[in-house]
Nanobody, 126 residues
Framework: QVQLVESGGGLVQAGGSLRLSCAAS????????MAWFRQAPGKEREFVAA?????RYADSVGGRFTISRDNGKNTVSLQMNSLKPEDTAVYYC??????????????????????WGQGTQVTVSS
């Protein structure tokens, strides 16, 4: 059974940094894409970043967030710098098929990812 467990969320002041981690089990993750999405109160869940052989980012976080993966440890991380109050949300880790299908709009679509973690809260105070 595939399981994803996020950690590293918390409360931070604007301009600060946090590092989220996602520990995965149940499949050979080196063959799969990994992604982070987030959902703010009253808003729909949105794409943040994803990685297969390279990283992709939402325009709102590009240059501030960095996604990375360690296939040997089955983990994916999201380093978040220069945090803003609008980054406040529950952050979810997800995994889905990579390979030749991981192109274009599929990278950013929630439907491209078939397993999700329970989420971790990130709160950025002004």
């Amino acid at each position: 059974q595939v399981q994803l467990v996020e950690s590293g969320g918390g409360l931070v002041q604007a301009g600060g940094s946090l590092r989220l981690s996602c520990a995965a089990s149940g499949r050979t993750f080196s063959s799969y894409a990994m992604a982070w999405f987030r959902q703010a109160p009253g808003k729909e869940r949105e794409f943040v970043a994803a990685i297969n052989w390279s990283g992709r980012y939402a325009d709102s976080v590009g240059g501030r967030f960095t996604i990375s993966r360690d296939n040997g440890k089955n983990t994916v991380s999201l380093q978040m710098n220069s945090l803003k109050p609008e980054d406040t949300a529950v952050y979810y880790c997800a995994t889905g098929p990579g390979g030749s299908t991981w192109t274009g709009p599929r990278i950013y679509a929630q439907t491209s990812y078939d397993y999700w973690g329970q989420g971790t809260q990130v709160t950025v105070s002004s």
